[in-house]
């Protein structure tokens, strides 16, 4: 069984608005934090937003993230979300959302995918006119 589940994603024109989700299975939100990234083709697999477990509650995103897009979570769902307003082509990436092999891991400044063991199999995010 897949632990983390995307969806949410799509074709959208810039400017436009899209919220992904990461549903959460077999590990609770409370003790784990969770981290979104993407992947254009031919670059390396980035963070884009990161929320921490409820111990910590900190949210950190990456420069081009910052003013755009935010991170959220619903335990009573055990699913989090990234929410994306103003998109720009730029933004146009396969998405996954992740966790780490072990608690206490807390979101501050950029994270990295080889900080993260549980991924989720990503979801399509196009911004096109």
């Known amino acids: 069984q897949v632990p983390l589940v995307e969806s949410g994603g799509g074709l959208v024109q810039p400017g436009g608005s899209l919220t992904l989700s990461c549903a959460v299975s077999g590990f609770s939100l409370d003790l784990y934090a969770i981290g979104w990234f993407r992947q254009a083709p031919g670059t390396p697999r980035e963070g884009v937003s990161c929320?921490?477990?409820?111990?910590?509650?900190?949210?950190s995103y990456t420069d081009s993230a910052k003013g755009r897009f935010t991170i959220s979570r619903d335990h009573a769902k055990n699913t989090v979300y990234l929410r994306m307003n103003s998109l720009k082509s730029e933004d146009t990436a396969v998405y996954y959302c992740a966790a780490p092999r072990m608690t206490g891991y807390v979101c501050y400044g950029q994270h990295h995918a080889y900080e993260f063991y549980y991924w989720g199999q990503g979801t399509q995010v196009t911004v096109s006119s």
């Open positions: 929320i921490s477990s409820s111990v910590d509650n900190r949210t």
